[in-house]
């Protein structure tokens, strides 16, 4: 088996973090010259030499049996054993083999052969003798277009890597809204902790809550008994209506609620500041819940202080229901816009069928992901928006 390379470079990452086969950073391009015939190897490899970086293989089954990356392949078609058809079938079943760009190279031009070299998965095809010209123009028109591709795959992942964070927003502040639905129905010091510990769970984080009612503090943790240092930090009273943080731990207090948090997700900022928020929120809401409780009770109601604090929960909530409308408003002209332009710009570019399909996919799958996430979101906050309303009618009527 006979290998010959040609100013041969390793693969490196792009700086996108995304792997294009046969390009590295700052380096040539890397192409493959597969042809039994030496002096052909011999011709193409020195044409391509000063601008690619050539490797050349003797036979299919040598390519196929080399583990190198490759952006083009230069693939002849009548070889003895596996010709350049199979060659070709062969490397589209690989992992990341349809990525590679295939261009056959045959003395035949006939259009019973072109037919075949496209079925086989050909993007192009050349002609015996080769010209040097005509090479070297097709092989610059598909490096360019390859990496057209990849910078548009790559805004198009980054787009998605966006929506999946704004689903994980848009579920948080769903389940705050339910929480607020639940806390209202709930009865019972118990039935008010327990809820706020399958929230915590929902949201991944450890930690406990402290209900203090008519018979002494009630305490709820989300795995195992509560650890003396955690009961002392929730007997701890501070600033009520204040969220104190300590590294990935955190403590809410109000007069009759406590939440204390062990995991807090330091490594990801954007949802730390939003699990701080709705913290507070549900925090706030299981303390007048609570009030409400003891008045049903028949235990002193202070309800002009009780109508004054809803009054001012209520108008939070409304500050955060016009947050978040803004920030969708946002969120959607940065990720759709850009995805509908990328979509348009792939009209002015020659892509194969093959390319022309997977990049239709790619931003098929996200526009409907964006599309879902705007229609989950507006449904949350039309939600959020019916209880901050029954909350500030509340409060006008006085409790």
């Known amino acids: 088996m006979q290998q010959t390379t040609y100013a041969r470079t390793a693969d490196q990452k792009t700086e996108s973090g995304l792997e294009e086969p046969g390009i590295a950073m700052g380096k040539k391009v890397r192409i493959a010259v597969v042809d039994d015939n030496a002096p052909q190897r011999f011709i193409l490899s020195k044409l391509l030499g000063n601008d690619y970086d050539v490797e050349a293989f003797e036979s299919g089954d040598a390519f196929l049996a080399s583990t190198e990356a490759f952006a083009v392949v230069l693939l002849d078609i009548g070889m003895p054993g596996l010709d350049g058809y199979d060659t070709c079938r062969a490397l589209r079943k690989r992992p990341g083999g349809n990525a590679v760009s ?15 070299a496209y079925e086989a998965g050909g993007d192009d095809y050349v002609l015996k003798p080769v010209a040097a010209h005509e090479l070297r123009h097709k092989l610059s028109s598909i490096v360019a277009h390859r990496e057209a591709i990849h910078t548009l ?32 129905a709930q009865g019972s010091h118990e039935a008010v902790a327990d809820l706020l510990v399958s929230i915590l769970k929902a949201w991944d984080l450890n930690g406990a809550v402290r209900v203090i009612g008519e018979g002494g503090p009630l305490d709820r943790t989300t795995d195992g008994p509560l650890s003396p240092l955690a009961a002392s930090v929730l007997a701890t009273r501070r600033d009520s209506g204040h969220l104190f943080e300590f590294g990935s731990r955190a403590l809410v207090t ?19 500041a939003g699990l701080r928020e709705h913290l507070s929120t549900l925090a706030e809401c299981a303390d007048l819940r609570i009030r409400d409780i003891a008045a049903l ?76 996430y705007f229609d989950r979101a507006t449904d949350i906050d039309l939600e959020f928006r019916e209880i901050v309303g029954r909350l500030l009618k509340l409060a006008a009527n006085g409790h």
């Open 297 to 372: 009770n028949g235990q002193p109601a202070q309800s002009s202080d009780i109508g004054r604090q809803l009054a001012e929960l209520g108008r939070t909530l409304v500050q955060i229901s016009e947050q978040g409308r803004n920030n969708l408003s946002q969120a959607q002209h940065l990720l759709v816009e850009p995805l509908e332009n990328l979509e348009r710009a792939l009209d002015s570019m020659s892509l194969t069928d093959i390319q022309r399909a997977y990049l239709d996919d790619l931003f098929k799958g996200a526009l409907d992901d964006l599309h879902r």
């Open 153 to 184: 795959a790559h805004q198009s992942n980054k787009a998605q890597v966006l929506v999946q964070k704004a689903f994980s927003k848009v579920g948080d502040l769903g389940m705050v809204v339910d929480a607020l639905r639940k806390l209202a």
């Open 254 to 272: 109000y007069p009759y609620i406590a939440i204390l948090i062990h995991n807090l997700p330091i490594d990801e900022p954007e949802r730390r």
């Open 102 to 116: 295939v261009v056959f190279v045959s003395a035949h031009d006939t259009a019973d052969d072109r037919v075949a």
